[in-house]
């Protein structure tokens, strides 16, 4: 495996080894492009990933100290944890549900297609899905997505999960298919097929899900042109006189601090981090942050409207015995304001085992009483969904650096403020009375609403626009500011789309390193 | 809880099942009611916890346990044994023994407060809830309901009793056990 000097200054640096970062790093080994890939967590492996969802949440969670502000009920119920992502080789795609879908042409485009909204700061993409589409086939193929053309692997049989729900939603004329999930129902590029333990969420004992842990990063460091440091946590990237980047400095496992020298910065620590390691590399050049010209780095903090629903039936239903996402009601994933809200949302079907169940089913200091035990003792009988739909950019929806507090590295903590725009109001509650009706259409005697958890989407604080003014990063997600600073993760989201992000994360990945391969070659960075 | 007992369950021998067949017969009897109330407390009787906190508290711990989490069907034990890690602390730890006993007083104080009786003879579980509810921002009560909750639905010991499966790869996940299986659908 390739070892690079810290003086090397002809390297790719990239921040990060998850969607974004892990598949950016692959994509230019294959091409041969050298990198040095710095993830700030530990490096697990494949025992290390049990069924367990608490010892898993332990394990491998992000849990360094940040804040969550706003009036909505998450900051209450959570004041610590904004969001449910992952600190090791691999990030957040090591317990993503492996839901895998394209965004809708009109995503791109929601400023056209809505007009300005209120209270929001909505922007087209600059680009199209039409633009996209072939990046989204070879991500497609890549992460071996069932049930798409570009892999021809079937769907997953069909669980009593979901066979509740899609029951349900025939009965009330709403349309539900099984789940593209980017876990294979075949073997296929080395991993094995599904065996439906049912702990997707916790890590995927047998590979079958993809992961950048086990797909992308060993497959970069085969080509011998990546060398993957875990344990390293960036802390600033610097840049030369001209305003170039041209290196990072990052402390070890043992606390000791280290420049690496780079021709190029990739910054891929999702959507929290990645803004924030622009925030505190701010300098006498770059006085508010890197590549922060327009202002709009940390802002338009997106985690899509969320919520869950679980009923409660008379007869089992074991929903733990599936793929977490066995399918999605996406009858109301269209862009039609006569609902009342702008944009769609998708009713994903999606267990969680009892023990996160008790947590999240009343979360908070009030989550307790007969009610909630007898729910709970109803485990075995639900059915559930977890609701996600495009959020609206608010600027103030943040993410800032803390006045006064130090995280371990000596960091300021960053602060999470998110609440929700009237139209993430509006289609939450919405959703809320249609799965209502479908889970009453089969029987259900009870029908619980679950609040947003911790947010496992992260995107938009640096956000691609056409204009400089407008985001951070260009079409390739190529700082406006910085020729040679890319942003590679959720964070360059303009829109959140309906749907899950990772695929698009993905394609965008793909896309960037042919773009970075076409600027090494003309020298232009 | 799982007691429908036609419900069709995988043929299998691992200790996970042996396991639930047991609980499933020593829990399928009742044992709520005030009557068990009178033997015993949240800690067990020999403890040190127990002596130190003393008898009367230690059963007004065990009645706000069964109060926070309500499962009539599960016995003592269960709340008893999820609890001993905390009574094992608090024999050595003066701030927690500390925490109990003024949370157990201040939860005395309050149901006298509204009911002129200490919270243990309060009769009904509506009338102990909005003691509860009073107190509910507390540490005390706070730390008791954390505890609870990760013992409870958190301990696979009784997972098999909400009818959670809990680790299942070892089993080979439920590809060829059961998992599009539904008779009502
Ligand atoms: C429970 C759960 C279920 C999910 N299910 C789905 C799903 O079904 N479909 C879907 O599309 N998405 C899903 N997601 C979301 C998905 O995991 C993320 O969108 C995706 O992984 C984000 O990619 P990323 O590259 O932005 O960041 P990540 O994958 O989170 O990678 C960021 C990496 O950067 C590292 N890092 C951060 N800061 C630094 C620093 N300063 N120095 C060095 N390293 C740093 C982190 O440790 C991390 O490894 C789910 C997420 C969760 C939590
Ligand atoms: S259900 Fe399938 S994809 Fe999910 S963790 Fe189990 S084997 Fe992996």
Same mark, same amino acid.
């Given at each position: 495996?390739?070892?690079?000097?810290?003086? *090397?200054?002809?390297?790719?640096?990239?921040?990060?080894?998850?969607?974004?970062?892990?598949?950016?790093?692959?994509?230019?080994?294959?091409?041969?492009?050298?990198?040095?890939?710095?993830?700030?967590?530990?490096?697990?492996?494949?025992?290390?990933?049990?069924? *367990?969802?608490?010892?898993?949440?332990?394990?491998?969670?992000?849990?360094? %100290?940040?804040?969550?502000?706003?009036?909505?009920?998450?900051?209450?119920?959570?004041?610590?944890?904004?969001?449910?992502?992952?600190?090791? @080789? #691999?990030?957040?795609?090591?317990? &993503?549900?492996?839901?895998?879908?394209?965004?809708?042409?009109?995503? /791109?485009?929601?400023?056209?297609?809505?007009?300005?909204?209120? #209270?929001?700061? @909505?922007?087209?993409?600059?680009?199209?899905?039409?633009?996209?589409?072939?990046?989204?086939?070879?991500?497609?193929?890549?992460?071996?997505?069932?049930?798409?053309?570009?892999?021809?692997?079937?769907?997953?049989?069909?669980?009593?999960?979901?066979?509740?729900?899609?029951?349900?939603?025939?009965?009330? #004329?709403?349309?539900?298919?099984?789940?593209?999930?980017?876990?294979? !129902?075949?073997?296929?590029?080395?991993?094995?097929?599904?065996?439906?333990?049912?702990?997707?969420?916790?890590?995927?004992?047998?590979?079958?899900?993809?992961?950048?842990?086990?797909?992308?990063?060993?497959?970069?460091?085969?080509?011998?042109?990546?060398?993957?440091?875990?344990?390293?946590?960036?802390?600033?990237?610097?840049?030369?006189?001209?305003?170039?980047?041209?290196?990072?400095?990052?402390?070890?496992?043992?606390?000791?601090?280290?420049?690496?020298?780079?021709?190029?910065?990739?910054?891929?620590?999702?959507?929290?981090?990645?803004?924030?390691?622009?925030?505190?590399?701010?300098?006498?050049?770059?006085?508010?942050?890197?590549?922060?010209?327009?202002?709009?780095?940390?802002?338009?903090?997106?985690?899509? !409207?969320?919520?869950?629903?679980?009923?409660?039936?008379?007869?089992?239903?074991?929903?733990?015995?599936?793929?977490?996402?066995?399918?999605?009601?996406?009858?109301?994933?269209?862009?039609?304001?006569?609902?009342?809200?702008?944009?769609?949302?998708?009713?994903?079907?999606?267990?969680?085992?009892?023990?996160?169940?008790?947590?999240? =089913?009343?979360?908070?200091?009030?989550?307790?009483?007969?009610?909630?035990? *007898?729910?709970?003792?109803?485990? *075995?009988?639900?059915?559930?969904?977890?609701?996600?739909?495009?959020?609206?950019?608010?600027?103030?929806?943040?993410?800032?650096?803390?006045?006064?507090?130090?995280?371990?590295?000596?960091?300021?903590?960053?602060?999470?403020?998110?609440?929700?725009?009237?139209?993430?109001?509006?289609?939450?509650?919405?959703?809320?009375?249609?799965?209502?009706?479908?889970?009453?259409?089969?029987?259900?005697?009870?029908?619980?609403?679950?609040?947003?958890?911790?947010?496992?989407?992260?995107?938009?604080?640096?956000?691609?626009?056409?204009?400089?003014?407008?985001?951070?990063?260009?079409? &390739?997600?190529?700082?406006?500011?910085?020729?040679?600073?890319?942003?590679?993760?959720?964070?360059?989201? !303009?829109?959140?789309?309906?749907?899950?992000?990772?695929?698009?994360?993905?394609?965008?990945?793909?896309?960037?390193?042919?773009?970075?391969?076409?600027?090494?070659?003309?020298?232009?960075? | 809880?799982?007691?429908? %007992?036609?419900?069709?369950?995988? %043929?299998?021998?691992?200790?996970?099942?042996?396991?639930?067949?047991?609980?499933? $017969?020593?829990?399928?009897?009742?044992?709520? $009611?005030?009557?068990?109330?009178?033997? !015993?407390?949240?800690?067990?009787?020999?403890?040190?916890?127990?002596?130190?906190?003393?008898?009367?508290?230690?059963?007004?711990?065990?009645?706000?346990?069964?109060? @926070?989490?309500?499962?009539?069907? =599960?016995?003592?034990?269960?709340?008893?044994?999820?609890?001993?890690?905390?009574?094992?602390?608090?024999?050595?730890?003066?701030?927690?023994?500390?925490? =109990?006993?003024?949370?157990?007083?201040?939860?005395?104080?309050?149901?006298?407060?509204?009911?002129?009786?200490?919270?243990?003879?309060?009769?009904?579980?509506?009338?102990?809830?909005? @003691?509860?509810?009073?107190?509910?921002?507390?540490? /005390?009560?706070?730390?008791?309901?954390?505890?609870?909750?990760?013992?409870?639905?958190?301990?696979?010991?009784? &997972?098999?009793? /909400?009818?959670? #499966?809990?680790?299942?790869?070892? =089993?080979?996940?439920?590809?060829?056990?059961?998992?599009?299986?539904?008779? &009502?659908?």
């Amino acid at each position: 495996m390739a070892k690079f000097d810290l003086n *090397d200054d002809s390297l790719v640096v990239i921040i990060g080894s998850g969607a974004g970062g892990g598949t950016l790093a692959n994509e230019l080994a294959q091409k041969g492009i050298r990198s040095v890939v710095l993830e700030a967590g530990k490096r697990f492996k494949m025992s290390d990933i049990e069924n *367990d969802e608490w010892k898993m949440f332990g394990k491998i969670s992000w849990l360094d %100290k940040r804040y969550v502000e706003g009036p909505a009920r998450l900051a209450r119920d959570f004041p610590n944890l904004p969001a449910w992502i992952v600190k090791g @080789v #691999g990030g957040a795609t090591v317990h &993503w549900a492996g839901v895998a879908m394209r965004f809708q042409e009109h995503e /791109f485009k929601m400023k056209t297609t809505n007009g300005t909204v209120p #209270g929001a700061n @909505v922007l087209d993409w600059p680009i199209s899905l039409q633009e996209m589409e072939p990046y989204y086939e070879k991500a497609e193929n890549k992460m071996g997505v069932c049930g798409t053309k570009a892999t021809g692997m079937p769907y997953h049989g069909k669980s009593s999960h979901y066979k509740v729900v899609a029951e349900g939603a025939k009965r009330i #004329g709403a349309h539900c298919e099984q789940a593209h999930l980017a876990i294979n !129902t075949q073997p296929r590029d080395g991993r094995a097929a599904c065996q439906v333990t049912g702990f997707c969420m916790q890590g995927c004992r047998f590979g079958a899900k993809w992961s950048t842990m086990y797909t992308e990063i060993p497959k970069a460091e085969a080509t011998g042109n990546v060398e993957v440091r875990p344990e390293s946590m960036v802390l600033r990237i610097e840049h030369d006189t001209n305003g170039k980047v041209n290196g990072v400095l990052y402390a070890d496992g043992n606390g000791n601090q280290h420049f690496q020298k780079a021709r190029i910065v990739a910054v891929a620590g999702n959507s929290i981090e990645s803004p924030r390691m622009l925030l505190n590399s701010a300098s006498n050049l770059f006085p508010n942050g890197l590549a922060n010209s327009s202002g709009q780095v940390g802002q338009n903090y997106m985690t899509h !409207t969320t919520g869950g629903v679980y009923a409660e039936f008379e007869k089992p239903v074991h929903m733990y015995k599936s793929t977490v996402v066995p399918g999605i009601v996406t009858e109301w994933q269209d862009n039609d304001p006569t609902r009342g809200h702008l944009a769609g949302y998708e009713l994903e079907i999606l267990h969680l085992g009892l023990p996160f169940m008790s947590a999240f =089913l009343n979360p908070g200091k009030s989550g307790w009483g007969r009610e909630l035990a *007898d729910s709970l003792a109803n485990y *075995d009988k639900m059915a559930g969904f977890w609701i996600c739909g495009e959020d609206m950019p608010v600027e103030s929806n943040n993410i800032t650096l803390h006045p006064t507090e130090k995280d371990q590295y000596g960091l300021p903590v960053p602060v999470v403020y998110k609440t929700d725009h009237i139209n993430d109001t509006r289609m939450r509650n919405h959703a809320y009375a249609r799965s209502k009706e479908l889970f009453e259409s089969v029987g259900a005697i009870k029908v619980n609403d679950l609040p947003p958890y911790p947010a496992s989407h992260n995107m938009g604080t640096n956000r691609m626009s056409e204009h400089a003014r407008d985001g951070v990063v260009n079409r &390739w997600g190529q700082t406006h500011d910085i020729d040679n600073l890319f942003v590679s993760d959720g964070s360059q989201f !303009t829109t959140s789309g309906t749907e899950n992000p990772t695929l698009t994360i993905v394609a965008l990945a793909i896309r960037q390193a042919d773009y970075i391969e076409d600027q090494m070659k003309k020298m232009n960075i | 809880m799982n007691n429908d %007992k036609k419900v069709k369950r995988p %043929k299998n021998s691992g200790h996970r099942m042996s396991r639930r067949g047991f609980l499933a $017969g020593s829990g399928a009897t009742l044992v709520g $009611g005030a009557a068990i109330f009178s033997c !015993t407390g949240l800690f067990a009787a020999n403890s040190k916890a127990a002596q130190k906190i003393g008898e009367e508290s230690n059963k007004t711990l065990l009645r706000m346990a069964r109060d @926070v989490f309500p499962h009539d069907d =599960l016995e003592d034990k269960y709340y008893q044994q999820v609890m001993a890690p905390l009574a094992k602390r608090a024999e050595t730890d003066p701030e927690l023994m500390e925490l =109990l006993t003024v949370g157990v007083e201040a939860l005395n104080q309050e149901s006298r407060a509204r009911y002129g009786t200490a919270y243990l003879r309060v009769e009904t579980e509506e009338e102990r809830v909005v @003691v509860l509810k009073a107190i509910e921002s507390s540490a /005390f009560f706070q730390r008791i309901k954390g505890d609870l909750m990760m013992g409870i639905y958190n301990n696979p010991e009784i &997972w098999a009793k /909400f009818g959670y #499966g809990g680790s299942s790869w070892e =089993l080979g996940g439920y590809i060829n056990r059961g998992y599009d299986e539904i008779d &009502w659908i």
